[in-house]
């Protein structure tokens, strides 16, 4: 489980994006990860959001987390895995 610090912290970095909503998904939000575990972010954008600051948002969490994070938007969600995201999200 993410502590009261990383939430913070990915609520922080993730504002500058403007999010409808921030959510984890995965074994972060199972509460199964294990050490090295990746933090599944997802995102969903007003507008579209340009890659080059996806992947900064991305570069800078696993920076300030200390974990490998993948951040995806909610656009970009496969119609076949995102009902399997849908049922582990926890919206922070």
């Known amino acids: 489980m993410l502590s009261p610090k990383q939430i913070a912290i ?3 970095i993730t504002s500058r994006l403007n999010p409808l909503f921030v959510g984890v998904y995965g ?9 090295d ?12 959001t340009n890659l080059l600051d996806l992947i900064e948002i991305e570069q800078e969490l696993t920076q ?3 974990l490998k994070v993948d951040l ?6 496969n119609s076949l895995i995102k009902p399997y995201i849908e ?5 922070l």
Do not use: F
């Not at 995806?72 to 969600?77: A, G, N």
């Open 10 to 12: 990915i609520k922080s």
């Open 37 to 48: 575990s990746d933090l599944d972010v997802l995102i969903d954008v007003r507008n579209k």
């Open 27 to 35: 074994s972060y939000a199972r509460g199964e990860e294990k050490p």
């Open 64 to 66: 300030e987390l200390n």
């Open 72 to 77: 995806i938007t909610y656009r970009s969600l």
């Open 87 to 91: 049922k582990d999200l926890i919206l």
